[in-house]
């Protein structure tokens, strides 16, 4: 199973672009209306540009209203699409401990610790072929745990020293990456003792993303996770 956020991404872009840029124009014509005094030029550039604002939003709230959560089994794909190319990413298995490291210095959680590794793969079957095979520096990402209540969890505070002790080397989501390549980025939360059935969201962190239509960051858009394995135990790791 697959998810992608949003879906025909290059027409979403397009739309946004061209709504700013004849919002732009119309702009415009109000400042020459009221420099030529003319009546008929201001009000009519401000309500077309009431009117087009007005259906952006509307197609932006009815594309989120119509939309359901979704949580990715395993082995499902989020993909993110840009204009030319798609990022996939999955989880690529995950474990719990209450403590990690050697008997003398273990880091210790609050709870348990939850490490999740998650893949990210530059699919070349969605570029065109003059596009060539130039590395991309994928867009920002942020990621978070939700717990049973939906409550977010960020990543924790020990994360480097948790990975060290695991021997674990984890890749920024940001590496730069090319077509058909992939990398793996490993995260830790702490959580408590009593969560049961975490789930991942991974999602963009780019401020626009909110006027994108269908995106997940729109407002009122439900969100697209990832469920992690059923079989997390809690131990103690070395």
């Keep these: 199973?697959?998810?992608?956020?949003?879906?025909?991404?290059?027409?979403?872009?397009?739309?946004?672009?061209?709504?700013?840029?004849?919002?732009?124009?119309?702009?415009?014509?109000?400042?020459?209306?009221?420099?030529?005094?003319?009546?008929?030029?201001?009000?009519?550039?401000?309500?077309?540009?009431?009117?087009?604002?007005?259906?952006?939003?509307?197609?932006?709230?009815?594309?989120?209203?119509?939309?359901?959560?979704?949580v990715l089994p395993e082995g499902g794909k989020k993909y993110f699409c840009e204009i030319?190319?798609?990022?996939?990413y999955s989880v690529q298995g995950a474990m719990?401990?209450?403590?990690?490291?050697?008997?003398?210095q273990p880091v210790a959680s609050n709870g348990n610790f939850v490490v999740?590794?998650?893949?990210?793969?530059?699919d070349p079957a969605t570029i065109s072929p003059r596009r060539?095979?130039?590395?991309?520096?994928?867009?920002?990402?942020?990621?978070?745990?939700?717990d049973e209540s939906g409550r977010s969890i960020a990543?924790?505070?020990?994360?480097?020293?948790?990975?060290?002790?695991?021997?674990?080397?984890?890749?920024p989501l940001t590496a730069a990456i090319r077509p058909g390549e992939s990398y793996v980025s490993y995260f830790v939360f702490e959580v408590p003792s009593s969560t049961v059935n975490p789930k991942l969201l991974l999602t963009s962190k780019d401020e626009?993303?909110?006027?994108?239509?269908?995106?997940?960051?729109?407002?009122f858009h439900k969100k697209i996770y990832f469920a992690l394995p059923q079989d997390l135990r809690s131990v103690t790791l070395r």
């Excluded at 991309?136 to 745990?145: K, T």
């Excluded at 990543?155 to 984890?170: F, I, M, W």
Aim: charged share 15%; proline share 4%.
């Design 155 to 171: 990543p924790s505070g020990k994360q480097e020293r948790v990975l060290h002790e695991l021997h674990l080397h984890s890749t």
């Design 132 to 146: 060539g095979d130039g590395p991309l520096i994928p867009n920002r990402r942020q990621i978070a745990l939700v």
């Design 96 to 104: 719990m401990a209450a403590n990690v490291g050697g008997e003398l």
């Design 84 to 88: 030319d190319c798609h990022i996939a």
């Design 1 to 70: 199973m697959n998810a992608y956020t949003p879906p025909l991404a290059p027409v979403v872009v397009l739309a946004l672009l061209a709504t700013a840029g004849l919002l732009c124009l119309l702009l415009l014509a109000l400042l020459i209306g009221f420099w030529r005094k003319s009546r008929v030029l201001r009000l009519g550039s401000l309500l077309a540009a009431l009117l087009l604002v007005t259906v952006y939003a509307g197609m932006l709230l009815w594309f989120s209203l119509s939309t359901r959560e979704v």
């Design 208 to 219: 626009e993303t909110v006027l994108l239509w269908g995106h997940e960051n729109s407002y």
């Design 116 to 122: 999740v590794g998650v893949k990210s793969r530059f």
